[in-house]
């Protein structure tokens, strides 16, 4: 009777105890990203008619659930064929050297290289290990670019000829003028979820790349320049003159991103400090608004204003699954110019095939237009300890509510400096 049951329970679960044979002619995909599931899964059927290959599509969101299940997948070792890593470099490192992530370094230099030359290099820089990384990683491209952003300056046109501003602020004293000018007619300047402290970071580190450049910044990660640098001064007191001018909106310490983009939609701000995906986010809150893209000013105008930017979303080959190939290929396929156009459209996300950019808005292509100025802590020789960065941004934060002094923060930024270079060392 017990071996009826035992059988009985095994048809029942799995229509037979021996084990099911691989599908080896469908691809499984993850992904976080709610705005492009319907064209994704539009593709993936475009894709299955043109060769054959089922592609399954499956949404895991919001984001952080999705790292969750990534992080236990591959304890679990049941990562799928294709799936993106949402987090900092050290971590898709130990992706790679757990066996976890194909290197593509191969195939896209596959036909004199044209995969990797019909894609933006920043984008694709994200995904690069450069020889002598300090993580340790074999030299290659191990993820793939479905997109590619920057975080600029957007302004509101309407609202900067209300307030007499013919012209967009190029440099960082005719920003201030112009928030100035806002001020006076009513008209909140600067807006930015700062509440989120990846924000500050980023202004902050676009800042500090400006006045002192990117080798300073890089001595100071590696702990050969103090925080107490007058250039590091410089950097903080960027926020200091923000507030005491006027030029920041109400609550903007505080205020979370997605408030932050209500505000510039809904015209409450004449700047607003955010991403390219932002394009996306306005349109469907006020698709009347007119505004365009800039650069932040720089305060020096002898060097350039470096922007954070590169792949928006990436996504690497388990390489581990007995479809890689048919993985790899269609990737390829996702990334040729057609295809790029349609998601390019579709979710208005700039397309990392730089073949794409003459289908996309025209708001689009003033991000598109600099991406050479792009820079990320992802592609950076040397990044800041997290307990230092977590300071440098609530220190800003304290500037920027009149609590401190650039001085003080600068002084405060050091010490834990210091005592993260001294455990370190021990």
Known sequence: MRRVVSLALCLFLSFGCAPKKEDLNTITIWHWMTDRQNALE???ALYEQQTGVKVKIDLYAPSDVYSQRIVASAQSRVLPDIYGILDKKEIFASFI???FVADLTEEFQKENGAWEKMLFPKALDVNRFPEGNIYGVQAGIYGVPLDVTNIQMLYNKKLLQKAGIQEVPRTFPEFIEAGQALKRVGIAGLVSGFGEMWLIDCFASNYAFNIMGEEKVMATYRGEIPYTDPDWIKVFSVFQELQEKGVLA?????KPNKYAEQDF?????AFAFNGSWCVNVYNDMNSDLEYGAMLPPPVNPDRPMRIWGGAGSSLVVNNSSPRKDKAIAFLKWLTQ???QAFLARETRNLPSNREALASIPPILSEFAGVMDFTTHPAIWPYTENALVTEKLDKGIQSII??????????R?????KER???KAKQ
Do not use: C, H, M, N
Not at 250 to 254: A, E, K, L, P, Q
Not at 412 to 416: K, M, N, P, S, Y
């Open 250 to 254: 109400d609550g903007v310490v505080t």
């Open 401 to 410: 509510i009149g609590e401190k002094t650039p001085a003080e923060v600068a």
């Open 97 to 99: 050297q757990s066996g």
């Open 420 to 422: 993260e270079l001294k």
């Open 412 to 416: 405060e930024v050091q010490q834990i």
């Open 265 to 269: 939609a809904l015209e409450r701000a």
């Open 42 to 44: 539009e593709l993936a």
């Open 337 to 339: 110019k057609k295809q």
